[in-house]
């Protein structure tokens, strides 16, 4: 009786066997998986950000080695402090970067600069941070910041010197080394209100300014940051004029602050 059963076996177990062999092999080719990593958040600077003229070829010149670049300003070594101020240094980047500035360079995040509102542009600053007690030199190129509380805006360089970068804010030691003009006589004064999130808020106070003060230059502009501001030129660009329009003007939508213009 085993004899004879014997044939019939055999084809069986030949039949499972493919079968066993057919399924390990389709098993032995893993499915690759589909990864869709999540977009960096809007408006944040990278490390691997870069501007479009700092890249560097053979025999090509580099933008730090041009005047304003982004090497520290060289002052003499004995300089001593014209002015010193403290308070709460940020800094700004995109979407400012490679905009056009107030003092008419086009503003690079990489390059050893800052914005303030009231020193003249051109003026060299050494900042120190007072929790970590790194310095850096920087030049004023742009005005700012216009955030109440705050006395300077570092570039992303200069934040990233100064241990600034990463926390967002700092406490920091102001020292005025050169400066172009007087700081407390001359200039081109103004003042500077926002910002608003809508424009019919910042044309609303520019018509109440323009029926108080006739003789005032009233300006309605956009932010790269997408808010609206005012600024008003009093006659002509006076000091004393604007201080006196800034302390006389309020609005709850917006800061009021006092701007030199050169």
């Known amino acids: 009786m085993r004899r004879a059963r014997a044939p019939f076996v055999f084809p069986v177990v030949i039949f499972f066997l493919l079968l066993f062999t057919l399924l390990v092999s389709a ?14 958040p809007e408006g944040t600077a990278t490390e691997s950000s870069q501007p479009e003229d700092t890249a560097k070829g053979d025999g090509e010149k580099r933008p730090e080695d041009a005047p304003g670049g982004f090497s520290e300003p060289i002052i003499p070594a ?13 800094w700004y980047g995109p979407p400012y970067h490679n905009r056009v500035g107030s003092n ?19 003026t060299v600053v050494r900042v120190t941070n007072l929790k970590t007690e790194h310095s850096a030199l920087v030049r004023i190129t742009d005005r700012g910041p216009f955030i109440p509380g705050r006395v300077i805006d570092l570039s992303l360089a200069a ?33 500077q209100i926002g910002g608003f999130r809508h424009e ?12 108080r003060y006739r003789t005032a230059k009233v300006l309605r502009f956009p932010s790269p940051a997408g808010d609206w501001w ?5 006659l002509d660009d006076d000091r004393a ?5 800034a302390a006389e003007t309020a609005t ?8 030199r213009l050169d």
């Open 27 to 40: 098993c032995s080719h893993p499915k690759q998986a589909r990864i869709n990593p999540p977009p960096a």
């Open 200 to 211: 019919h808020e910042a044309s609303k106070l520019a018509d109440h300014i323009e029926r």
């Open 78 to 90: 004995n300089s001593l402090p014209l002015a010193t101020e403290t308070g709460l240094a940020s």
């Open 241 to 245: 004029r604007a201080t006196e329009l």
């Open 159 to 191: 934040a990233r010197k100064l241990d600034v970068y990463l926390p967002g804010t700092a406490e920091v030691k102001l020292e005025v080394m050169q400066t172009p003009a007087p700081l407390n006589a001359g200039g081109k004064w103004a003042v």
């Open 104 to 122: 008419g360079e086009v503003y690079n995040m990489h390059a050893m600069t800052a914005a303030h509102r009231t020193l003249p542009l051109g």
């Open 252 to 259: 709850p939508e917006g800061a009021v602050f006092l701007v």
């Open 230 to 234: 005012v600024r008003v030129r009093v």
